[in-house]
């Protein structure tokens, strides 16, 4: 088992970025994230992410809360999510728990998952495509609530005469 006779080296070079999607990403169950968790690799999730994650393949441990959407290709949850899951492949296991739509091509739910949502079949054609890292990230936006007059007029109904209502007779 160690011995020397043999001098046959049994170690292999893998080119650059050839093992990055086997290799994963793991967030362990005392971490919390603010923030968004874009990668085109593999993620294994135990802790708490407030924020959208995008990943080629994601697992979520039995202690894992997601409070965002998930998008990627495969997605398996044993955790909480409370967002929107959009992947090919979705995955829930008995101790998932999933607050949102599931966009899928693909769904397998055991016994004792628990579901608040709609579940869309999506066909290949209609799915959104990856996220990648090359594409430029699009910039978080944080909308802050509107006070008095201003706030009135921007959640008016659709027409003229039905914000004139809306507003008791005034005009907007």
């Known amino acids: 088992m160690f011995s020397k006779a043999s001098n046959k080296s049994s170690?292999?070079?893998?080119?650059?970025?050839?093992?990055?999607?086997?290799?994963?990403?793991?967030?362990?169950?005392?971490?919390?994230?603010?923030?968004?968790?874009?990668?085109?690799?593999?993620?294994?999730?135990?802790?708490?992410?407030?924020?959208?994650?995008?990943?080629?393949d994601l697992t979520l441990g039995e202690s894992a809360v997601i409070n965002?959407?998930?998008?990627?290709?495969?997605?398996r949850v044993l955790g909480t999510v409370n967002g929107e899951i959009s992947a090919r492949n979705v995955e829930l296991t008995r101790t998932a728990k999933v607050t949102g739509d599931i966009n899928h091509t693909s769904l397998m739910i055991e016994a004792g998952a628990y579901v608040q949502?709609?579940?869309?079949?999506?066909?290949?054609?209609?799915?959104?495509?990856?996220?990648?890292?090359?594409?430029?990230a699009k910039p978080n936006l944080v909308v802050a609530e509107k006070s008095g007059e201003a706030a009135k007029t921007a959640v008016q109904p659709r027409g003229a005469e039905e914000a004139k209502a809306a507003m008791g007779g005034k005009k907007a």
Do not use: F, Y
Request: charged content about 20%; hydrophobic content about 35%.
């Open 117 to 136: 949502g709609l579940c869309r079949h999506v066909e290949l054609a209609e799915s959104k495509p990856m996220a990648r890292l090359t594409e430029s």
């Open 11 to 56: 170690t292999q070079v893998v080119p650059a970025g050839a093992n990055k999607n086997h290799t994963p990403s793991i967030i362990s169950a005392n971490l919390r994230i603010t923030g968004n968790l874009v990668t085109d690799g593999v993620i294994q999730l135990d802790g708490i992410v407030d924020g959208d994650v995008t990943s080629e």
């Open 68 to 75: 965002g959407s998930i998008e990627g290709n495969r997605v």
